[in-house]
C-alpha cells in the first residue's frame, strides 16, 4: 500500500499538505495572506515536480485512493500528512513505520504548539530531544528523533 510517488500523485501530495496546514498550523498564527493566499495548490505541486528531490524523496499510502505521504530524505522525516478524512486509521503510523525501516528515516521537526502531532510521534517511538529551531522567522520547532525500532 505504500510506494514510491508517481507524477499522477503530485496534485494529490499537494492538496493534502495545503489542508492540512490550513486546519493544522492557521489556529496558532492566523495569518490570511499565507494560508489563504500564498499557499496553494499549485505552487506547492511544483516544488514536488517529476525530477526534483521532494519527488523523489515522495511515498504515498495508496489503497486505492492516495490517503497519505512521507517525504524521507538524509535521515529526516521532512513530511507526514494523512488526509484528515482518514486520520486515525492508521495510516500515519504505516507511513512513519516505513519512512523510518525503508528509508532509513531517524528524526524530524515538530511544529513545537502542535500537541496532537507530538503525542503521535511520542506514541509511535519518537522522543524530542530538547532541540528546537525558529523556521521562517516566527515558526518554533522541536526536534524529535527515533528512541525505539518500529
Known sequence: MIRHAENGDISRIAE???YNYRINFYPFFQND???FGELNVLDIAAEFAPGTQRFLESYVYDDGVVKGFVQV???EIKKLYVEP???SQG???ALLQFAVNECGGKWLWVLAHNARGKAFYE?????LTGEEIIEDEFVPLQKMKIRRSL
Do not use: T, W
Not at 123 to 127: K, S
Open 16 to 18: 493534502m499538505i495545503v
Open 123 to 127: 506514541r509511535n517511538g519518537f522522543a
Open 91 to 93: 495510516i500515519g503510523a
Open 85 to 87: 478524512s482518514f486520520q
Open 33 to 35: 495572506p499565507f494560508y
Open 73 to 75: 530524505g538524509d535521515g
